[in-house]
Nanobody, 117 residues
């Protein structure tokens, strides 16, 4: 089994910053990819940022230049530094991990990000 645990959400004013952390643990051979989705009320779930083995990184157009994802392979951990937050960035941020050779995504419980105008 693989467990994924996020932390770091909260309430911040527009223009502020938050840092999310996500750690995967359990029976892990090698992680192929980790990243973050978010979902706001009434909106589709959106891939915010992801990093795959080898270092390739993807960002949603809506967060490019403001969010930075980083990965510490030895700790099976990813961080999402979110700067210049906007009210439209609010939502539940969920971390995922995918193992090498598997198409299964393991999910964390989600962490709420609230951005006040």
């Amino acid at each position: 089994q693989v467990q994924v645990v996020e932390s770091g959400g909260g309430l911040v004013q527009a223009g502020g910053s938050l840092r999310l952390s996500c750690a995967a643990s359990g029976t892990i051979s090698s992680i192929a990819a980790m990243g973050w989705f978010r979902q706001a009320p009434g909106k589709q779930r959106e891939l915010v940022a992801g990093v795959i083995s080898g270092g390739s990184i993807h960002y949603s157009d809506s967060v490019k230049g403001r969010f930075t994802i980083s990965r510490v392979n030895a700790k099976n951990t990813v961080y999402l530094q979110m700067n210049s937050l906007k009210p439209e960035d609010a939502g539940v941020y969920s971390c995922y991990a995918r193992l090498v050779g598997s198409g299964v995504l393991y999910w964390g419980q989600g962490t709420q990000v609230t951005v006040s105008a």
